[in-house]
């Protein structure tokens, strides 16, 4: 058995160029040095086997490395995204026992007081800590007038020593928090689900392209996308990783282009503002883009590849995947690809459709899609899993209403629980979502269902060009016109912009409070 820092190292450690981050290189023997200096700084300040850190920073190299050196010497990372709430924080550190908190300055006053009255060690990353001496120095000029001065919590200058520390293996590799298939549960994931994943990622790029990659990451790690597959996998795969610590529309496109980037992962969200931001003659060098985290409308990746096809001839590959199953299980590929598709299956991952009692349902029938598969996390952490036995193998439900063709293509159709119920009907919303885009005047469109006196009924919401009762009615009579009486429209809003949560989703419960 093998942790996720001996997995590092069978990737080539020449002078190779593991990450770059505000033009700074960042070699693979230098970056394995750090990670070896880091995980020695952790044991003299008390972290073992076992051991929760957590991670409270977005993509900057000390939050990258501290996730590796946690893990050579078996401690376990619990990654938070960078602006959690403080009463939320509070809560899961002490409901996982977490004691020692990479936190990233800017974001640390926030924080202080409740991690001081917790007792936590407190270890700040920075944007700094792994520039070029000079930008070192003039950019913690510029912190010291934005944040303050950093003098009692440790600092760049106490894990930039060197400390002596061992190899342990722990099951474990990471806690992380998802929003679970009902509410936000906190997720086990080990270091076999990694490592199994990065496996089944080589078919995916292609052996041929091994080592020979560069990717974005602009995923954030506290996203299991940008962890597992941004990070681990492509940086065991031999691949330079460029870590973006905010996503920025105008900033991706200018790294894309000024590192020569050929493997983007992205979500529909960045994909709209790519768009909008005239992004396709940045995108020549570019040869594979990945995308998921959340359903991809139809008009979108047509409109996308669209305009990729000027400069590439190449394709967005929808995937899907739950941070339960370490990022991904399904995905397009350029030798595997049908449009309108999830894909199919990774290597060794089994998917099946359910009914409510959990029969299998055959070819073209709609219904939860479950998954078996060595990247199934272990558990949540109150130590439930909500996975079944079918034919002697362990399947995890997803909550995700699917249905596979007789080629093995499986079709998303709905979150289980974002289905509304029209008299007994099951009315997908992404269906009326995808006719409604089919409107020029339409760029983004949502369906939600809202109660009146006990009954439901679907509002839509939409961003488009114009907010005219012309183009409401337009929007109603296309629904009317070309689907089932129980999918009409109670009533059309107009939105400035779609909200979306901390994960880059769609945020229904915050559309249901507009009127």
């Known amino acids: 058995m093998k942790n996720l820092y001996q997995d590092l190292l069978t990737a080539k450690t020449d002078k190779k160029t593991a990450i770059t981050f ?25 972290v073992k086997k076992g051991s929760k850190v957590g991670i409270i920073a977005p993509n900057v190299p000390t939050a990258v490395i501290g996730f ?15 602006l959690v709430a403080t009463n939320d924080l509070v809560k899961k550190l002490v409901e996982t026992d977490t004691k020692v908190v990479f936190v990233y300055d800017l974001f640390y006053k926030k924080y202080k007081k409740a991690l001081s009255d917790l007792g936590v060690k407190v270890i700040i990353c920075s944007s700094k800590d792994y520039l070029d001496s000079f930008t070192r120095w003039i950019f913690g000029l510029y912190l010291d007038v934005v944040r303050g001065k950093i003098t009692t919590e440790y600092t760049e200058k106490d894990f930039r020593k060197t400390y002596p520390s061992t190899i342990v293996y722990n099951e474990d ?16 994931l080990t270091n076999e689900n990694f490592i199994e994943l990065k496996n089944k990622m080589i078919n995916v790029v292609g052996r041929q392209n091994l080592g020979k990659e560069t990717a974005l990451v602009s995923l954030p790690i506290f996203h299991c996308f940008g962890l597992a597959v941004g990070v681990h996998s492509c940086l065991t795969l031999g691949f330079d990783i460029v870590l973006m610590p905010t996503f ?36 020549k060098s570019v040869r594979h883009i990945y995308c998921g985290g959340d359903n991809l409308p139809s008009q979108l990746r047509k409109q996308f590849d669209n305009e990729l096809s ?16 370490t990022g991904v299980c399904i995905v397009n590929t350029e030798e595997n690809y049908r449009e309108g598709s999830i894909g199919k299956p990774l290597d060794d991952i089994f998917a099946v459709v359910l009914d409510e009692n959990n029969n299998v349902l055959e070819c073209n029938m709609s219904g939860e899609l479950a998954i078996s598969s ?19 193998k362990n399947y995890f439900k997803t909550g995700d209403i699917v249905k596979i063709d007789k080629d093995g293509f499986i079709y998303y159709l709905a979150r289980k629980k974002n289905i509304i119920k029209i008299s007994g009907f099951n009315v997908f919303p992404t269906d009326i979502e995808e006719l409604v885009l089919t409107l020029p005047k339409v760029k983004e469109a949502v369906c939600v269902e809202k109660r009146l006196e006990g009954k439901p009924f679907i509002y839509l919401y939409a961003v488009a060009t114009e907010k005219t009762e012309e183009l409401k009615n337009e929007i109603k009579q296309i629904v009317s016109d070309n689907m089932l009486k129980y999918c009409r429209l109670k009533e ?9 949560t ?14």
């Not at 050196?69 to 990654?79: D, H, P, Q, Y």
């Not at 590799?173 to 086990?188: N, P, Q």
């Not at 496109?253 to 396709?280: D, E, Q």
């Not at 199934?376 to 130590?383: A, G, P, Q």
């Open 492 to 500: 059309v809003i107009f939105v400035d912009n779609i909200p979306l």
């Open 248 to 283: 920025n529309t105008k900033s991706m496109i200018r790294l894309v282009k000024k590192y020569g980037v050929t493997v983007l992962i992205v979500i529909p969200s960045m994909i709209r503002k790519f768009i909008k931001n005239g992004f396709s003659s940045s995108f």
């Open 374 to 392: 060595s990247t199934i996390m272990k558990s949540y952490y109150d130590n439930t899993t909500n996975t079944i036995q079918i034919n002697g």
């Open 173 to 188: 590799a990471c806690l992380l928090h998802s929003s679970g298939t009902d509410k936000e549960k906190t997720v086990i």
């Open 310 to 325: 000027k400069y590439n001839n190449i394709k967005v590959l929808e995937g899907y995947g739950l941070t339960e199953l």
């Open 502 to 515: 901390k994960n880059g989703k769609v945020d229904k419960e915050c559309l249901r409070s507009i009127d």
């Open 68 to 82: 590796y050196a946690i893990n050579k010497i078996g401690g376990v990372s619990n990654i938070f995204h960078p």
């Open 22 to 46: 505000m033009g700074n290189k960042m070699s693979r023997v230098d970056f394995v040095k750090n990670i070896d200096n880091m995980a020695g700084f952790l044991c003299s300040i008390g």
